[in-house]
């Protein structure tokens, strides 16, 4: 069974530093890996996805993949009030962006202090 | 363009009711899912569909629960008889195809089982 983990927070981190997410996942035959962003009360949008080992980065946003450690992370530079929110981990068995659906962590609650 | 489109946005019904929710996925997109989200459990995928055609439904909890897809534009999710644990904000989300990565989620529908 696919279990994709994450701290559950909240993750307090000061307006303009950066803000480390994390997430391991079971299953070793997972291609692909997601972060989604959650507002309150809103939809999950995705922020990024990886599936090669490494960084990728995106404007303020970093993912780094890990497969032997079977590890990815998210971090956020230059933190805003506007990142606070629940980060959801997600991840897919396919690297093509997945011919099925995603297994989702349970999210981190990410504050950002002014 | 219109994004993912859901409804109703909220239902409240008594227990052993029936609930039918409905999602018509963004046009062009080939792939529908059907996802439940808690906060005991998270986000969980129900069943998904490829083409129309219904490719995993191991997420559907029990019998109660049902999905079709009748066409490109129009998918149901029925749950017959309903319970109290059913309560629980049910997402679809469409994606355009199997190189795509990103999954488009609508803004749910808020279901409330008394």
């Known amino acids: 069974q696919k279990e994709v983990e994450q701290n559950s927070g909240p993750l307090s981190v000061p307006e303009g530093a950066i803000a480390s997410l994390n997430c391991t996942y079971s299953d070793r035959g997972s291609q692909s890996f997601f972060w989604y962003r959650q507002y309150s009360g809103k939809s999950p949008e995705l922020i990024m996805f990886i599936y090669s080992n490494g960084d990728k980065e995106d404007g303020r946003f970093t993912a780094q993949l890990n497969k032997a450690s079977q590890y990815v992370s998210l971090l956020i530079r230059d933190s805003q009030p506007s990142d606070s929110a629940t980060y959801l981990c997600?991840?897919?068995?396919?690297?093509?962006?997945?011919?099925?659906?995603?297994?989702f962590g349970k999210g981190t609650h990410l504050i950002i202090q002014p | 363009d219109a994004g993912v489109i859901q409804s109703p946005r909220h239902e409240v019904t008594e227990m052993g009711q029936e609930v039918t929710l409905r999602c018509k996925p963004i046009s062009g997109h080939n792939s529908l899912f059907w996802y439940r989200q808690t906060m005991m459990r998270g986000l969980e995928l129900l069943i998904y569909f490829n083409n129309n055609v219904p490719i995993d439904d191991s997420g559907m909890p029990e019998d109660r629960f049902s999905a079709k897809m009748p066409n490109a534009s129009f998918s149901t999710l029925k749950i017959q008889p309903s319970e109290p644990r059913d309560s629980a904000v049910y997402f679809c989300?469409?994606?355009?195809?199997?190189?795509?990565?990103?999954?488009?989620f609508g803004p749910g529908t808020r279901l409330t089982v008394t």
């Open positions: 997600a991840v897919n068995m396919y690297s093509g962006g997945g011919a099925d659906g995603l297994t």
């Open positions: 989300a469409s994606r355009g195809g199997a190189s795509s990565y990103e999954q488009y």
